[in-house]
């Protein structure tokens, strides 16, 4: 399956690595982010890997996943590709 990435999750992903870049440095924040890809050609390769997410829209197409524990991301399952909605940190409220 190809992957495509939302506008607000692109956007999420670059305050995340301009994040790691300012306060630590670029090898770290392009360990973060490619550690961001890894885990969406996860979910290309099996789109139910995560569970459900949970939301008002009560999909049964949209699921949660994990990046090492820091990071959640919402992700949409269409017929031929996954859509990455949002990236979040799992301290914060969604």
Known sequence: ???????????????IYAY????ESINRADKVINSFFDAFEACAQNPYIFPKAISTS??????K?????TYTFRYHI????I????????????
Not at 58 to 63: G, P, Y
């Open 83 to 94: 859509r990455i909605i949002s990236i979040i940190h799992g301290k914060r409220n969604i």
């Open 78 to 81: 269409y017929k031929h590709h």
């Open 1 to 15: 399956m190809k992957i495509k990435i939302a506008l607000r999750a692109a956007k999420q992903m670059e305050d």
């Open 58 to 63: 009560d999909s049964h197409h949209i699921r």
């Open 65 to 69: 996943g994990v990046i090492h524990s």
């Open 20 to 23: 790691y870049v300012l306060n």
